[in-house]
Nanobody
Framework: QVQLAESGGGLVQSGGSLRLSCAAS????????MGWYRQAPGKQRELVAD???????NYADPVKGRFTISRENTKNTVYLQMNSLKPEDTAVYYC???????????WGQGTQVIVSS
């Protein structure tokens, strides 16, 4: 089992920045793809960004150039740096760990991000 704990959400004005953190309960980054997803009210959960065990990065088009995913292996922590935030970025952000063979997947409890206009 793996526990994921997100932090760093909050209320920010449009154009501002936030950094989300996701701490894993044990070392998994050498195996698992780590991702950040978000779910806005009334919408489906969507991928924001992910990083593979090999370090390959992927971003959803709406956040390209504004968000950066990174990880710190020694702290078992994945980050999502969010800059130039827009009201449409308002959502609950979830951390995800996905085994490449599909044998297991874990979710954090989510952290709320609200961007005011």
């Amino acid at each position: 089992q793996v526990q994921l704990a997100e932090s760093g959400g909050g209320l920010v004005q449009s154009g501002g920045s936030l950094r989300l953190s996701c701490a894993a309960s044990r070392s998994i980054f050498s195996i698992y793809r780590m991702g950040w997803y978000r779910q806005a009210p009334g919408k489906q959960r969507e991928l924001v960004a992910d990083i593979t065990s090999g370090g390959r990065l992927n971003y959803a088009d709406p956040v390209k150039g504004r968000f950066t995913i990174s990880r710190e292996n020694t702290k078992n922590t994945v980050y999502l740096q969010m800059n130039s935030l827009k009201p449409e970025d308002t959502a609950v952000y979830y951390c995800n760990a996905d085994h490449p063979l599909g044998s297991s997947m874990y979710w954090g409890q989510g952290t709320q991000v609200i961007v005011s206009s």
